[in-house]
């Protein structure tokens, strides 16, 4: 939920409310609905484009819900209230009936509608732009065929743009959607006039060329540009609608993570109930292998407790009786007794939830430099063609046909079909040849963040390291140091715990006879007769094996004692290890300009000596999910542009917080849901080439943004003077077109650092 905003008196009894709201097309439209609610008395609110969303705190005595509600469907938008992330989660039929639920109906409806337009639109026309500009294929009454495929597309395909673009001129706005509909619109009506009252309607009309405007009669049609300009800005906008709503995603998959039911003990019996039935101070039982229902303090038992989901590492946590769980997180070895200290939304779970969504609340989206240029362009275009038509009117003896031609040159060259294509087909061609080499980037405002960012903050586990528990050194004495790897295999190979299970995997091992288990001490068996015990050591440890032993534990490794027959005879160091490509991948990011900064919940030990490894100079440890965005949010307030790279639950938030999130491929969907690229193949140094790739597709779509403009905005005072036929206003639309599509295509051979 949105907090009181500063400016509102703390003693005021203001009501926090998140509504959900439909129909915006663009970041103007977000803004109008914030400046609407705000004017109300006694509202603070916030609107997110990206999230659909407002975020709205009022005085109840002032306002109610329902005026907030009318108020956005009064500025031409569809509102709802909705229930709190962590509400949502405690009823037995959310999501379904939930709010965020409803934006993801709207949405995939819309993406659906978009979808369908876009088809029957681009099959129409393609015919359309065949007879039309090659003059052998033009039959007999081609043009009335043309008029026929074309009217559908106007009218139903363009609906989307036609019906923004009125919303936005009730409230004095101009969009990409105004300068759509007003030049498919001219584009339609001029090419309506030629067919029924000049000559472009005889049945043998041909679309010849010349250079200047026909001085008394219409006989050019230009239905094709409204074929092209209407179904590739009906594809960016499906794009567009596809890439939206990544935090309720991330929010839905996190909130799935948690335990659907819990052995509760009640009157005596165990009795299976939903989680969210379980009461404060309610034990249930968790068996090895279960998520653990929810938070609590362990009464009975003791397991070795993996909170990956929680710290991002790996390495398991001994839990005994007075131990504090955490739901979600999972028990791997023995029976838990857990007493319920916290339920609902209260839990760590459901404020991991929250602090996701807040992040990507408070993510201001990118403002469409196409919406800002046609804040500005809109109105110039018709001003410029008003007066082109008044002017020859007043200032010539030609008459109304050239005066209305030279209008229409005017709003036809200005038409952005080029525009339409200057997003959509950079960003076709860049996140496809990205699919291709494993980057996964999901919308033009990502390319914007990889341009700003100065600072890269990476987790340890999972990213930088491999995030798998292995043998990495080994210390005997008495024995070899072959043979105290076999002995210790042997034994933890019929325990569960995963360092148990890493040293399993290091060496082949034989049958282990009379197997023990010792809570929190370790395991002792008989093997090739000798009896073998693995775990902490039982005394102080002589010189040969106590350096090793300290050695390890402040490099952030687990190291276990081997002792046989009685003897310490030997350590094994268990960690998890750097990715063979870290260190290239660091360098790589230091090139492009960033400045790396580790940050993991792991102990400063283990965090210094990877950081040491890979060449990191900044570290952060010990941090909680909460405190990694906290951190995250610290560097934003020095004025740094951060990205974030991470794999777990635990990253979800920060990832959402930065400026730019990047989520390991092998990571978890909570991660990936709630980052802006994701990197497939897991390497590190595919980070490097995501930005690389994202740079270049930006700097590929400004370009295309440019010339777009630049070949139509040349040839405007050609066409207001009367020089231009209308028909060359098409071509020189067309070409620009094939100049920005060309472009494009370029990035088809961006060269990756990682294979």
């Given at each position: ?506 060496a082949e091992h034989e049958q282990v006879t009379d197997f023990q288990n010792t809570a929190g001490q370790g395991v002792t068996g008989v093997v090739r007769g000798h009896e073998v015990r693995v775990g902490r050591p039982s005394s102080t440890l002589i010189d040969a094996l106590l350096h090793p032993f ?206």
């Open positions: 939920m949105a907090q009181t905003p500063a400016k509102i008196p703390a003693a005021l009894n203001f009501i926090d409310v998140d509504l959900g709201v439909t129909g915006m097309t663009c970041t103007s439209c977000s803004a109008r609905v914030e400046r609407k609610l705000n004017k109300l008395d006694g509202v603070e609110a916030t609107v997110n484009y990206a999230t659909e969303s407002a975020q709205v705190s009022y005085d109840p005595s002032k306002v109610s819900p329902e005026q907030l509600i009318k108020t956005v469907e009064d500025t031409g938008y569809g509102a709802f209230t909705m229930a709190s992330a962590a509400a949502e989660s405690e009823e037995d039929n959310a999501p379904a009936d939930s709010g965020q639920s409803r934006i993801d109906a709207a949405r995939d409806h819309e993406a659906a509608d978009l979808k369908h337009r876009v088809i029957v639109s681009a099959l129409l026309s393609v015919p359309v732009v065949l007879v039309s500009m090659i003059p052998a294929l033009q039959f007999n009454n081609w043009q009335w065929a043309v008029l026929t495929l074309v009217t559908p597309i106007f009218f139903w395909g363009g609906s989307p743009f036609h019906k923004a673009t009125w919303a936005n001129l009730k409230h004095g706005s101009f969009t990409m959607d105004t300068l759509v509909s007003l030049g498919t619109s001219a584009a339609y009506l001029w090419s309506l006039w030629a067919l029924f009252i000049g000559n472009a309607g005889h049945p043998g009309m041909k679309m010849e060329m010349h250079l200047l405007p026909s001085a008394s009669t219409m006989d050019e049609i230009y239905l094709e540009t409204v074929a092209v300009v209407i179904t590739f800005l009906l594809l960016g906008r499906w794009f567009e609608t596809k890439a939206k709503g990544q935090s309720s995603e991330a929010l839905r998959k996190l909130l799935d993570m948690g335990a659907k039911d819990a052995v509760v003990l009640r009157d005596g019996a165990e009795v299976r109930v939903p989680v969210n039935q379980l009461k404060l101070g309610d034990v249930f039982i968790t068996r090895p292998g279960e998520k653990i229902a929810t938070d609590g303090e362990v009464v009975e038992g003791s397991s070795a407790v993996d909170e990956s989901m929680l710290t991002g590492e790996s390495i398991p946590v001994e839990v005994t009786k007075g131990s504090k769980v955490t739901g979600a997180t999972l028990n791997t070895s023995g029976r838990l007794m857990v007493k319920v200290t916290r339920i609902g939304a209260d839990t760590t779970l459901s404020q991991m939830a929250k602090l996701v969504t807040d992040a990507q609340s408070k993510k201001a989206p990118v403002q469409r430099l196409v919406d800002q240029i046609s804040q500005v362009f809109v109105p110039v275009v018709i001003v410029i063609a008003i007066a082109t038509l008044i002017a020859h009117l007043v200032f010539t003896d030609a008459g109304l046909a050239p005066a209305f031609t030279a209008a229409v040159a005017v709003l036809i060259i200005a038409c952005p079909c080029a525009l339409g294509l200057a997003t959509p087909t950079a960003l076709l061609v860049g996140t496809g040849r990205g699919a291709q080499l494993g980057l996964l980037i999901k919308g033009p405002e990502i390319l914007e963040s990889t341009k700003k960012v100065d600072t890269i903050v990476l987790d340890k586990t999972g990213t930088v390291t491999t995030g798998t528990m292995s043998v990495t050194d080994v210390t005997a004495i008495n024995y070899s140091e072959t043979e105290i790897l076999e002995f210790a295999a042997a034994v933890e190979s019929a325990s569960e715990h995963p360092i148990a299970q890493a040293i399993a995997k290091a300290q050695h390890a534990q402040k490099i952030g490794g687990t190291p276990v004692v081997v002792t046989i027959d009685g003897v310490d005879s030997g350590i094994i160091t268990v960690r998890d290890t750097v990715k063979d490509t870290s260190a290239e991948a660091i360098r790589g990011l230091k090139e492009l300009g960033l400045t790396p900064i580790l940050l993991t919940g792991d102990n400063e030990g283990a965090a210094k000596s990877v950081a040491a490894e890979v060449g990191i100079d900044q570290v952060i440890a010990n941090v909680l999910p909460h405190e990694k965005v906290q951190n995250v949010e610290a560097l934003q307030a020095q004025g740094k542009n951060v990205a974030m790279v991470g794999d777990g639950v635990n990253d979800a938030a920060a990832l959402a917080q930065a400026d730019l999130g990047l989520a390991m491929g092998a990571g978890t969907d909570v991660a990936i849901e709630a980052s802006d690229i994701t990197l497939m193949n897991n390497d590190l140094r595919s980070a490097v080439d995501a930005i690389r790739l994202s740079r270049k597709t930006l700097g590929t779509i400004k370009g295309n943004l440019f010339w777009a403009f630049a070949y139509n905005v040349a040839l405007i005072p050609v066409a207001a003077i009367g020089l231009l036929n209308p028909m060359l206003a098409g071509i020189a639309m067309a070409f620009s077109s094939v100049f920005v599509v060309s472009n494009s295509l370029r990035l088809r051979g961006f060269k990756a650092r990682s294979n």
